[in-house]
């Protein structure tokens, strides 16, 4: 499966951007999908997860209440709605499906990845 993500861009602290992740190829499988991050100087870390139905949803306690994970199988495009955005947040944010039932929060997990989408939080 192909992924690419967009609408990573430049906000103010306390802001919303919403990522959006379109996958293609291998249509009628079923993946977990999750976004994940690097900021600088710093190892990639777990973001958020949604699981292949929807209905099982994981999040890093950093994101927790301010970013929503979301899924529209039917135009095979992954979402993440980041509010209240802090500055700590900054980094360059993946998507990633991994082949399986079950949510993974390590990005050793997943299976495919997109090319990644700068998100820059000004304070």
């Known amino acids: 499966v192909q992924l690419q993500a967009s609408g990573g861009g430049l906000v103010q602290a306390g802001g919303s951007l919403r990522l959006s992740c379109a996958a293609s190829?291998?249509?009628?499988?079923?993946?977990?999908m999750g976004w994940f991050r690097q900021a600088p100087g710093k190892e990639r870390e777990f973001v958020a997860a949604?699981?292949?139905?929807?209905?099982?949803?994981s999040y890093a306690e950093s994101v927790k209440g301010r970013f929503t994970i979301s899924r529209d199988d039917a135009k095979n495009t992954l979402s993440l709605q980041m509010n209240s955005l802090k500055s700590e947040d900054t980094a360059v944010y993946y998507c990633?499906?991994?082949?399986?039932?079950?949510?993974?929060?390590?990005?050793?997990?997943?299976?495919?990845w997109g090319q990644g989408t700068q998100v820059t939080v000004s304070s």
């Open positions: 949604i699981s292949w139905s929807g209905g099982d949803r």
């Open positions: 190829g291998r249509s009628g499988r079923r993946y977990v």
């Open positions: 990633a499906a991994r082949v399986s039932m079950v949510v993974g929060t390590t990005q050793n997990q997943y299976d495919f």
